[in-house]
T-cell receptor, first 114, second 113 residues
Framework: AQSVTQLDSQVPVFEEAPVELRCNYS??????LFWYVQYPNQGLQLLLK??????LVKGINGFEAEFNKSQTSFHLRKPSVHISDTAEYFC????????????FGRGTSLIVHP | KAGVTQTPRYLIKTRGQQVTLSCSPI?????VSWYQQTPGQGLQFLFE???????NKGNFPGRFSGRQFSNSRSEMNVSTLELGDSALYLC????????????FGSGTRLTVV
């Protein structure tokens, strides 16, 4: 079975600074990888996904993520954050050809300070 | 197009009661999944329905059940409510299983007192 580890439970950062949210997964087979964002009192919104091909994936709101197969990582980055990016971010992994049910990480709370 | 609609948004029930939550997926999405979200356990998978059939079930007791109708709308039911069932219940729909990713609803906040 696959597992997902989000290494930081909370990441504080100042506005306009760059940020990286880390995600590592464990799986011996091919996977699909996802990042979701959850704003207070809302459901999760898909930011971006990696299925195959280019390891650098661009998503909405200026976010991007890089798939690193050798390090089994899928870190999320943004070059310059805004106050409005304050939210909970979840990494998820699905086995390609498995049960199709994604496993979610515990989430990283991004806190952007003015 | 309309997103995933969950009703009601908030619910307060007493222990021992039962509750039914509703989810209307995005038009054309045939896959509907349910998750329980709590601060202590994070996102826990409950079940997945595709074309009216339960395809996967998470590790929850039999008090948790669900179904999907021919129009892809889904309901989940929790019987004999316990305090520990207090959580945000999220419904997610998908165009296809696996690679498409989910579109989530805003959830139903269930409080059991």
């Amino acid at each position: 079975a696959q597992s997902v580890t989000q290494l930081d439970s909370q990441v504080p950062v100042f506005e306009e600074a760059p940020v990286e949210l880390r995600c590592n997964y464990s799986s011996s087979v091919s996977v699909y990888l996802f990042w979701y964002v959850q704003y207070p009192n809302q459901g999760l919104q898909l930011l971006l996904k990696y299925l195959s091909g280019s390891t650098l994936v661009k998503g909405i709101n200026g976010f991007e993520a890089e798939f690193n197969k050798s390090q089994t990582s899928f870190h999320l980055r943004k070059p310059s954050v805004h106050i409005s990016d304050t939210a909970e971010y979840f990494c998820a992994v699905t086995l390609s050809g498995g049960s199709y049910i994604p496993t979610f990480g515990r989430g990283t709370s991004l806190i952007v300070h003015p | 197009k309309a997103g995933v609609t969950q009703t009601p948004r908030y619910l307060i029930k007493t222990r021992g009661q039962q509750v039914t939550l509703s989810c209307s997926p995005i038009s054309g999405h045939r896959s509907v999944s349910w998750y329980q979200q709590t601060p202590g356990q994070g996102l826990q998978f409950l079940f997945e329905y595709f074309s009216e059939t339960q395809r996967n079930k998470g590790n929850f007791p039999g008090r948790f059940s669900g179904r999907q109708f021919s129009n892809s709308r889904s309901e989940m039911n929790v019987s004999t409510l316990e305090l520990g069932d207090s959580a945000l219940y999220l419904c997610a729909s998908s165009l296809e299983r696996g690679s498409a990713g989910y579109t989530f609803g805003s959830g139903t906040r269930l409080t059991v007192v």
